[in-house]
């Protein structure tokens, strides 16, 4: 991983940082022992697979118990070398940051900003013959832009496979306009409010829904994915006209094509590790159509195939812009960016956060200025089940739950958000 952050339009740190780790697990009739160790030189491989052997005895029988998925053959790029970040992947982003900072400082603006790049490679190899190798790059920019006396800022995000579809400077353009909005103010109170949220904002309502979505957790009657009297919701229109999918070959976002992981719960089990993920449609134009099943549970409860979670989400959406979704509007409050969202009540999927940096208020196709910032309650659910305008998908960085960064998401026209109460949060 290779970054480089700055402050007050200055660029202040830069780093490179290498990790390696090896996971083994050992299966003892049914107890799961794992050890990691991120120094593993070759002469103590074996007493590593020894130690993870002793640390089943201390461990209950797993009941989440399989036996392990088979395969024959090796992948072609099994001996490759693992894919690494280079400082050269700023190579050409760098300029476009220095002329990003004197943009800023040409128009008063203080800027503070972070740029990431990842690589990574897994390999996973079992005692059943199963050899799987995943390598992957991804990166992200975030920018916050402030006015000189701090009072007024704005957020901006954006993932990225290469930082050659990046450009720092129209990021900078939205957030000199934001913070120009900014310049009027207009106090409102708590309440219900029309809202428009930015695709960054949807991500991340998906990837708090998404959270809530484990077939054992609705089966279990603890869901809000729970049939009143047993079983699930799966077929039921849940979520107004809104699709949610998950592609591991999806163009820009491409993620594991296989289960990987190295501790069971409800959602995955360490049985699975090698487990194909396919394109999953978790809801299609409102109906629920999936949940995550690790096998153990389809195959304890009968319910058919297994279905693995995967590393990222597409909220589907051809609509229009967010500027023309701004200019239909009669009034509404616009919102950049959540924060800080937490579970409030897992049965019904509620959860609260914060609004932060610019809410603005939308009158007759206009911005009129900003607003001051919300604490909010909704459930993602009830939220998206009131969409009554879905814009057009993009690559969408989703600032809370910023380890995922793997999202395409729409602006969204919300019907009735709940503004649960006013924030002093800047």
Request: aromatic share 8%; charged share 20%; with cysteine.
């Amino acid at each position: 991983m290779v970054n480089v952050r700055w402050a007050h339009n200055t660029v202040t740190t830069n780093g490179v940082a290498d990790e390696v780790s090896l996971s083994v697990l050992s299966i003892v009739g049914h107890r799961v022992g794992v050890v990691t160790r991120t120094r593993f030189p070759a002469d103590r491989l074996e007493l590593i697979v020894r130690e993870s052997e002793a640390a089943c005895a201390h461990r209950p029988a797993a009941p989440d118990y399989m036996p392990l998925l088979e395969d024959e053959g090796v992948p072609a790029d099994w001996d490759a070398p693992a894919a690494t970040a280079e400082v050269d992947a700023f190579d050409a982003f760098a300029p476009k940051v220095e002329r990003l900072l004197k943009q800023a400082r040409a128009g008063g603006v203080r800027t503070f900003g972070y740029a990431e790049a990842c690589a990574s490679t897994v390999w996973l190899a079992t005692s059943s013959g199963l050899r799987r190798r995943h390598a992957d790059a991804i990166g992200r920019v975030s920018v916050t832009a402030k006015t000189p006396d701090l009072a007024r800022s704005s957020w901006a995000g954006q993932s990225t496979g290469d930082f050659s579809d990046v450009d720092p400077a129209h990021l900078l353009d939205r957030l000199e306009q934001r913070l120009a909005w900014g310049a009027r103010y207009t106090a409102l109170q708590a309440g219900h409010y029309e809202v428009i949220l930015e695709p960054s904002c949807t991500a991340d309502l998906a990837v708090a829904a998404q959270a809530f979505m484990v077939r054992r957790d609705a089966d279990e009657g603890r869901s809000p994915f729970s049939a009143p009297h047993g079983g699930t919701c799966i077929g039921e229109r849940l979520f107004g006209r809104i699709s949610i999918a998950s592609d591991p070959e999806e163009p820009g976002i491409a993620t594991a094509p296989f289960q990987v992981c190295g501790t069971s719960d409800e959602a995955v089990s360490v049985f699975d590790n090698g487990m194909p993920v396919l394109r999953t449609e978790w809801v299609h134009e409102g109906t629920l159509r999936s949940l995550v099943t690790p096998r153990y549970w389809a195959h304890k409860t009968g319910q058919g195939v297994p279905v693995p979670g995967a590393g990222n989400l597409i909220v589907a959406g051809d609509g229009p812009t967010l500027e023309r979704m701004i200019a239909d509007t009669g009034r509404a409050l616009l919102v950049t960016s959540l924060w800080y969202i937490r579970t409030v009540d897992p049965q019904t999927a509620l959860v609260t956060g914060l609004t932060r940096d610019g809410v603005f208020l939308v009158e007759d196709g206009q911005v009129r200025g900003a607003v001051n910032n919300f604490r909010w309650n909704m459930s993602p659910v009830t939220a998206f089940a009131q969409a009554i305008e879905i814009g057009r998908s993009q690559l969408a960085l989703p600032r809370v739950h910023d380890d995922f960064p793997r999202a395409k998401a729409p602006p969204l026209r919300i019907e009735r958000f709940h503004m649960s109460s006013v924030s002093e949060a800047s």
